[in-house]
Structure formats: C-alpha cells, structure tokens
C-alpha cells in the first residue's frame, strides 16, 4: 500500500531573512554555503494491505514531517513515495477544516478533497454527523467549536469515509476516554476490513495495544522497524537512559557487573545504567516454584538486588509490572508507592504478595530497579521478562480480571 524509497526531507537554515534574499538573487554565489537540516534522510520502508503500523520517536524525530509528506501536504526533497489506495488522515487539528463554515459544510469540503462527489458525501453524512455526536453544534460554524467538538468531527470524517489508509497523528489527546473508547472500537473494526494504518503516537501503552509493527525515528532516520513489542521496549531503553544517540543505544554493548549473576534471565530486553543489580527473581506458589496459578491464587514474587554503593536511598526503589502479549501493564507494584525505602546499600531481598486474579491467559513478568531521581524513571536494571507466568481458569471470562464478586438477584 506505502512504499518509500530513500526518502529525505531538506530544509535550508538562514541566518536571517536577508541571507534568504541573497540567495535567490545570486544563487550560485550561495551554492553549498546555506547550513542544510534534514527533517528527514534516506528513509525507506514498505507498508502491506492491512497492517497497523505504530511510528514513535521524541519530539523532532521527523513523524509529523514523514505523514506530511504522505498525505501530500509538502513534498520531498529526494527520493520517492508510492502510494496505492485513498489516503484519510487527521493531522493537525485545523487541517482541511475552514473555520468559517459549518460543520456540515466541512463534511462536503473535506469529503471533495478526498475525491468524493456530494451524491456519495450525502450517503455518508447521517452516519459521520452520529459518530461526532455534537448535536446542533454541526449547523454552526466550526471556528465557534471547543478543541473537543472539532476533534470528534474530524475524526468522525476521517473514518467514516472508508479510507483504504488511514492516518492518526496524536489527535486523540484531546478527545475526552468516552470518545477514545469509541475511536478504538473503530479502528478494530477498520482492522478487520483491511484498511492500512499508520498511528503516531508519544503513549508506548496504547502503540503496543493498536499496532502489530513499530516503525522507530529520531533525528530523521529509521533506528528500527519490527515487531511493535521489540522496537518500543528498545525505545523505552533509549528514553530512560542519558543518551542523546539513538543508534548509540542500539549498538553498545551492555556491560554487566563483575559479580556473579544467579539468574540467567530470558528477557525479552534488558537496559539500565547498572545491569546485574537484579540478581534473581523467583515467583511462587505455597513456597514452591511455579509458572502456573489458578485464577484468584495467592502469588509471590521474591527479588534479589544488589543496591550500587553511592545509590540514593531515598529515590531508589524496585517495581515489578506483569504485561499481557502486547507488552501493557496490566498489574503493577512499586515500592514507591507504598512509601517503602531500602535502608542499607549492598544486596537486598524485597517480596511482593497478591492474589492473581488475572483471566486465563500467558502474562509477562517485568522487574525494574529504579531511581526516581528525574523524569521519565530511570532504571539500573530493567528486566522485560524477568519470569512468565500462565494463569488457568475453570471457564473462559471476559475482561482483564476475575474479582470475586457478590450478584443478588431478587424476585419481585
């Protein structure tokens, strides 16, 4: 459906707006002389039928520079795109909207762009004016709408308009949970019809939920593109660590402690600034070591460190998450948050207990030595898959947990 091929985008830097002037007077006098930056440089990927694809990357990265040029909003400055279906994307809030016209107005504007005539946009108004759910505010115009009222109708038009392709850029920020909730509903069902999408995203958790592939961006280069559990895990490593260098992250070596480690883990990533400090994990049930739990059975997870001479105590802490397949936490415990402390430096032994009420499925257990010193929560030692766990039911519930209720039904 996409296929890009040595794709960059090149801005030229001015020292000022006469320096701009002189150049296009005397071109060959500036030739080579202009500083260049590249939004983006040589990128190249291939996006099949069907696929929901997660871009991620820090702010600068080069995403909303890469989905510009995809939808046609600017050009490259070499290479080539080649794009085989009809494109829906939500961008910038604004973005194919004239603020003068009402909503409904916009629906038929935005709908002519896309190609439609206004006999196909007449079929489809009912159902994107139901889906916004702004009521008589569609008779107004929409530079009178709230954030919230303009998000919902755009978003309505974008996906009711059965794109073959469609792209999300962050746009749901200021949608209210409700909204959100209804948006994903969509885009599950527009999975199952085969439509292509591209979801630009800063929530690793909802990246991970959505998208079976992540494409990785920073100073606009591809660091990686794969499977969407791999790359984020990788770009949490890169985001938590000191480095300004992306590649640099996914080509050092990582060094472990000297001292023996007890525990041969096999982690799906590890990263931090001290790997080996997380000396073993053990999860059991009744004193014995198990991988499988009943649902609602007591588990116990006992973690050995070995806290770094100088740490700060104070900011220091451990936290253990279990992750479904998709790499979201699903349950998460922190010493932090019950305002516990380590008192001494050296090895400690730190036990979580709770009952595991989790519906039958294969769990992910992650183990992270943290010091929250700063923001994000760096780590000295992260384990993505220090243990997996398989929790079995009698019967197969729906949702994420079986809690132990009480149901009273009373006869009139």
């Given amino acids: 459906m996409i296929k890009i091929e040595n794709l960059s985008k090149v801005y030229k830097m001015y020292n000022s707006p006469g320096e701009r002037v002189k150049e296009a007077l005397f071109p060959k006098r500036y030739d080579g002389k202009?500083?260049?930056f590249y939004a983006l440089k040589?990128?190249?990927?291939?996006i099949k039928k069907g696929e929901?694809?997660?871009?991620?990357?820090?702010n600068g990265s080069g995403k909303s520079t890469l989905l510009k040029i995809l939808t046609g909003v600017i050009n490259p400055s070499q290479g080539k795109k080649e794009i085989n279906g009809t494109i829906s994307a939500l961008l910038e809030l604004g973005t194919g909207f004239n603020p003068e016209y009402t909503g409904i107005?916009?629906?038929?504007l935005n709908g002519t762009i896309m190609g439609f005539t206004k006999e196909q946009m007449k079929?489809?108004?009912e159902e994107i004016c139901n889906f916004a759910e702004i009521g008589d505010f569609i008779h107004q115009p929409v530079k009178n709408y709230s954030s919230g009222m303009f998000v919902r109708l755009a978003f309505a038009v974008a996906i009711n308009t059965e794109p073959e392709i469609l792209i999300v850029d962050e746009a749901l920020a200021v949608g209210d949970y409700r909204f959100q909730a209804k948006c994903y509903n969509k885009f599950e069902e527009l999975k199952e019809k085969g439509t292509t999408i591209l979801f630009v995203s800063h929530d690793i958790d909802a990246v991970r939920r959505f998208?079976?592939?992540c494409i990785w961006l920073d100073a606009g280069r591809i660091v990686m593109d794969g499977d969407v559990n791999t790359v984020s895990s990788k770009y949490m490593e890169f985001i938590t660590s000191n480095e300004t260098d992306a590649m640099a992250v996914i080509n050092k070596e990582k060094k472990e402690r000297e001292t023996v480690v007890e525990k041969e883990f096999e982690a799906i990533n590890r990263f931090g600034t001290d790997i080996g400090t997380v000396k073993n994990v053990r999860v059991l049930k009744s004193g014995e070591e198990t991988e499988v739990f009943n649902s609602g059975e007591e588990i116990t997870v006992e973690v050995t460190v070995d806290i770094p001479e100088g740490a700060d105590l104070e900011n220091t802490g451990l936290a253990i998450s279990i992750k479904n397949k998709s790499g979201i936490d699903l349950v998460v415990a922190a010493m932090h948050d019950y305002d516990l402390r380590f008192k001494n430096t050296g090895i400690n032994h730190v036990t979580f207990k709770f009952n595991m009420f989790l519906n039958c499925g294969e769990y992910t257990l992650t183990t992270g030595l943290e010091h929250r010193d700063s923001y994000p929560i760096s780590y000295f030692d992260y384990i993505e898959g220090s243990a997996y766990i398989k929790v079995v039911c009698d019967r197969e519930y729906f949702g994420v947990v079986c809690l132990p209720s009480e149901i009273i039904v009373e006869e009139n």
């Avoid at 107005?105 to 038929?108: F, H, K, M, V």
Wanted: glycine share 8%.
């Fill in 105 to 108: 107005e916009n629906i038929y």
């Fill in 123 to 125: 079929e489809k108004v």
């Fill in 211 to 213: 998208c079976e592939r």
């Fill in 34 to 36: 202009i500083r260049e």
């Fill in 52 to 58: 929901t694809v997660g871009i991620i990357g820090k």
């Fill in 42 to 46: 040589d990128v190249n990927f291939n």
